[in-house]
């Protein structure tokens, strides 16, 4: 990953690539803010601003194969696949690179995510398999196909600041071919510990869009964004029984992530949240202290945060005043959109 991966949903997706080939010259040349579009301009002062020396990210957008040569991002929210290049047969090479990569954690070193071309051996297939067709509609699976369709894409290639550019677009159902990867992960880890699947699915579309090497600026990691040393390390003194704060590699594993949320979601509606009488109501609060965290939901409800009388006036709610008050009242508007988006989200993993 790089510092240069944020990515505004609020701007039109035409712009999005030359955004982002913006977003990866930041760190490396000051910006002259009045050459942009009031927006674009708007964007890459956040980005300077609230980058670090370990940099700053979207958590479903992935940057790997960041050299002086050739970037690839892939934003797994929008299903496009960004590489740039300085010459033409670097940009080729690049394409067929990330057509056949295995960015799966338990298959290569989560730290790197440099290690293209190695094929899961339980699928027998990389990683973007069915999640991006070639030409002819055909999943792309070896190297001749990936080769041949790379060379179909660098004649469509465009030229800007010195770099050759290709954009790959996923097919329209690219999530959920994304997300069933993990539907036995989540299935496995809701029953151990209660949570419903749906939920888990739908909080692991909105936190990552399925990207298991997802990283925010504030270093919650994989697809449940689970930071180590809150939810994590919860999760190992509460339900293991011994004090531990996860390493990174141990969350990026997508197993490992998932029982982690799992088990965090059932510390907050047993322990945390515990008092909420409805099921629903309950169920609106655990998203959104996932989210916003249990104190800030006291804190919406009661001036000075009191959890009995914010647990009394909860109870005293129909379940459709609870939700709109979450939705309208919250004090963090980010956990307002997120219990929005979630139980959208939702509905369609009910089945599972």
Same mark, same amino acid.
Request: hydrophobic share 40%; glycine share 6%; net charge positive.
């Given at each position: 990953?790089?510092?240069?991966?944020?990515? /505004?949903?609020?701007? !039109?997706?035409?712009? +999005?690539?030359?955004?982002?080939? +913006?977003?990866?010259?930041?760190?490396?040349?000051?910006?002259?803010?009045?050459?942009? &579009?009031?927006?674009?301009?708007?964007?890459?002062?956040?980005?300077?601003?609230?980058? &670090?020396?370990?940099?700053?990210?979207?958590?479903?957008?992935?940057?790997?194969?960041?050299?002086?040569?050739?970037?690839?991002?892939?934003?797994?929210?929008?299903?496009?696949? +960004? @590489?740039?290049?300085?010459?033409?047969?670097?940009?080729?090479?690049?394409?067929?690179?990330?057509?056949?990569?295995?960015?799966? !954690?338990? @298959?290569?070193?989560? /730290? =790197?995510?440099?290690?293209?071309?190695?094929?899961?051996?339980?699928?027998?297939? !990389?990683?973007?398999?069915?999640?991006?067709?070639?030409?002819?509609?055909?999943?792309?699976?070896?190297?001749?196909?990936?080769?041949?369709?790379? &060379?179909?894409?660098?004649?469509?290639?465009?030229? *800007?600041?010195?770099?050759?550019?290709?954009?790959?677009?996923?097919?329209?159902?690219? /999530?959920?071919?994304?997300?069933?990867?993990?539907?036995?992960?989540? *299935? &496995?880890?809701?029953?151990? $510990?209660?949570?419903?699947?749906?939920?888990?699915?739908?909080?692991?579309?909105?936190?990552?869009?399925?990207?298991?090497?997802?990283?925010?600026?504030?270093?919650?990691?994989?697809?449940?964004?689970?930071?180590?040393?809150?939810?994590?390390?919860?999760?190992?003194?509460?339900?293991?029984? $011994? #004090?531990? =704060?996860?390493?990174?590699?141990?969350?990026?594993?997508?197993?490992?992530?998932?029982?982690?949320?799992?088990?965090?979601?059932?510390?907050?509606?047993?322990?945390?949240?515990?008092?909420?009488?409805?099921? *629903?109501?309950?169920?609106?609060?655990?998203?959104?202290?996932?989210?916003?965290?249990?104190?800030?939901?006291?804190?919406?409800?009661? /001036?000075?945060?009191?959890?009995?009388?914010?647990?009394?006036?909860?109870?005293?709610?129909? =379940?459709?005043?609870?939700?709109?008050?979450? =939705?309208?009242?919250?004090?963090?508007?980010?956990?307002?959109?997120?219990?929005?988006?979630?139980?959208? #989200? *939702?509905?369609?993993?009910?089945?599972?």
């Amino acid at each position: 990953m790089s510092s240069s991966t944020l990515v /505004k949903k609020t701007i !039109p997706e035409a712009r +999005l690539f030359v955004i982002i080939l +913006l977003l990866m010259a930041a760190s490396a040349a000051a910006i002259e803010f009045d050459q942009y &579009d009031d927006d674009v301009a708007a964007l890459l002062r956040e980005y300077q601003s609230e980058s &670090d020396q370990q940099g700053s990210y979207n958590p479903s957008v992935l940057s790997f194969n960041q050299t002086t040569d050739a970037k690839t991002l892939v934003d797994f929210e929008k299903g496009l696949i +960004l @590489v740039s290049a300085i010459t033409p047969e670097t940009l080729k090479q690049s394409i067929v690179n990330v057509l056949l990569t295995q960015i799966d !954690p338990s @298959v290569i070193d989560a /730290k =790197t995510a440099q290690d293209f071309g190695l094929v899961n051996q339980q699928t027998n297939r !990389p990683f973007f398999w069915g999640q991006v067709v070639d030409h002819t509609g055909k999943p792309i699976e070896a190297l001749r196909a990936a080769a041949e369709f790379a &060379d179909v894409l660098v004649r469509r290639r465009s030229f *800007k600041d010195e770099r050759f550019t290709v954009t790959i677009a996923m097919v329209k159902t690219h /999530k959920d071919i994304a997300g069933g990867k993990y539907v036995k992960y989540a *299935k &496995d880890a809701g029953r151990q $510990y209660g949570v419903s699947v749906s939920i888990m699915m739908a909080i692991m579309e909105t936190e990552s869009s399925f990207n298991p090497l997802a990283r925010s600026r504030s270093n919650a990691l994989g697809l449940m964004q689970i930071k180590a040393d809150t939810a994590g390390r919860d999760y190992f003194s509460i339900i293991k029984g $011994y #004090k531990h =704060t996860p390493t990174s590699a141990f969350l990026y594993s997508p197993k490992n992530n998932i029982e982690v949320a799992a088990g965090y979601l059932s510390i907050l509606g047993d322990r945390y949240l515990v008092g909420i009488r409805d099921p *629903k109501k309950l169920e609106y609060a655990m998203i959104s202290s996932y989210n916003g965290g249990a104190g800030n939901l006291w804190r919406s409800l009661d /001036k000075k945060g009191n959890k009995t009388k914010a647990i009394a006036r909860i109870n005293r709610m129909s =379940t459709k005043e609870f939700y709109w008050f979450l =939705t309208n009242r919250h004090i963090r508007q980010e956990t307002r959109n997120y219990l929005k988006k979630v139980n959208g #989200k *939702k509905r369609k993993y009910i089945n599972l």
